[in-house]
């Protein structure tokens, strides 16, 4: 489902003429099989959130290749990469990322709007969507109207909206407080359950990277660990 | 992405910052209706002008004065050429006429009247349009027509102060009471011969009067006569045309006659747009020519140059509008930038955010042109209003034409109007545009943008 083949990144810092390099990711390399919840976990700066933008296609590594549904998105210009993003991925971040002019509605039905669906389809399947995770009844609040576990389930139905075979998550749960983290831990275990939907999940949370059936420890951007958890 | 969704994207974009886009809408319209009203101008002079001209002319009227020669001289129209010109393509009549060198009075018991006659050939001026008002056309040699105006200045002999009315008619007091059609006139023509003046009366019976010119400020005296009739009075001045010898000038030893050559030819299109191609062909064969097409031609051309001048101090307004567009744009991308990251992120094309941005700036491009137009048609209405008023205030007595348009506003004007401001604010907005697709998502995301 995903190949992530000896992939390197560095980013480029200071002015010009005292610029410095720094490494972020050294040869990488792994694969997530469809239907698999993998978590990807490490210390604040091992990498991790880099890793996931360079699958999300948001950053070009400068070496690697990235393979997602047998396309090989690395070499995906940002148009192409786009394309492939609204029929493939899902998308669930840490602070919801949602269009605060837009109600909850809108915000989910943007993926469909993007992809050229009918205004009729588009609004049987968004509403179908917020009444599976829950919130049909907020359709019509703007994002500042709702509390954080009900963004969350805004942008998950977002995320879910296209039937994307893969979702990305970025700290799903880092501005959850404890009960909402159960109730979405559940909910993507459940999601994977039924739907077979392949999670890429970054996390720093314990809790978090216990639900993946395989946790990638990274540590200055380097796998330390591939292993099964039990 | 559908169309409709991306108006209606560009919609609730709008509402967001109603009072900026409504001040650029309104920079814009303003500077559309500077164009129009500016251009209008150009137009409504020119359409008066025009109007004059053609008022004064008919358009599809082509005179033919005379032929040059290959040896440098010219000779005027005789009847050789008649059937050179009737050949023309397009040409519906030519019409010919030739002239009584002096003023042939005509009289009937104790009226009179002195005016221009003529001999013409009537099948050609029916072609060209000539209707009779009452009566037929001549069969005789001493059956005349005259014009429609003549029997209202068929006026007493006797010396009377107050003969005419304002209109420049004789009185009804004093001109001929009966209808003249049936009526036989004596027409007297003079010769000084030996310094001596003799005269010779002939008789004619008017069998038809012709019909009201169509334009008010047209008076039609003439009279015309037959052939037969003009060769009768040339026996009797012995000068071609019936000339009227000067006091010393020695009278002709042989007789000269017009010997069928032409005072007035006159060539009639079947439409206005056929009249450029008679002309260039009477051009080919070396004739001369005038026609209100020539004259046309140049009057269009220099308004066409000042139109051109206007439009563009007028486009001028609308580049100021644009920047005012570039402006809002450049805001709407700044303030924008999150939500353009979002949708960049869940799969949004760079193409799709551009095309979004290019319709929001031409959306408030077409829209300040429409008001712009709406807005220049009022003041172009009370530009023509108060205007006349206004110089009327001003200068007291001039009077001004009657019929001058001061703004005239064709629906080519508001086209042109619209189409320089959508091509003006799509350029403006092209950038910011483009800058809406740059925007990194990360960057956008974390609200560093």
Redesign the interface.
Known sequence: MITVDNLSHEFVIGKKGRQTIIPVLKNISFKVDQGEIITIVGRSGSGKSTLL?AI?G??RPKEGEIWMDGVKVSELN??KF??????H?G?I?Q?F???P?MTAFQNVE??L????VSERERKQQTEELLKRVGILDYQDHYPGELSGGQQQRVSIA?ALI?NPPIILADEPTGSLDSETEEELLQFIQELNRDLGITFLIITHDEKVAKIGHRIIELKDGRIVDKGVLV | ??LR?QFR?VR?NMK?NKTRVFMTILATAMGCAFLIVLASVGFGLQKSVVKEMMEQRIVTQIDVHAKNLKDGNVRPISDKDIPTLEKIKDVKAVTRRTMLQQEGIYSIGNYQEGTETYVTNFPAEVKAGFELSVGRLPKADNEIVVGYDFPLNLGTKDEVEDLYDNKGHVKKKYRYPETLVGKKLNLTVQQLKNGKQEKKKLQVTVVGIGKKPTKEWVEDKNVFISDKMLKEIERFTGTPGGAVLGPNDPLPEKLETTNGRYDQVKIYAKNMEAVQGIVDKLKEKNYETYSIVNELKQVNMMFTIAKAGLIFIGTIAILIASIGIYNTMTMAVTERAP?I????????????IKRIFLLESSYIGLIGAIIGTVVSYGISYAVNFLIPLIIKQAFGKEELPPGLTFSDIPPILPIICIVICYVVTILSGHRPAQRATRVD??KA?RREV
Do not use: C, W, Y
């Open positions: 933008n999300s948001f950053i940002e148009a786009a394309d492939f993003r609204i029929h991925l998308f971040f602070s990322q949602l269009i002019s943007l993926p709007i993007l992809k050229g977002r296209v | 992405m559908k969704d994207f609730q967001k939500d990251g979002i949708m960049k992120a869940i799969g949004a094309n760079p193409k799709t998502v990360l995301m």
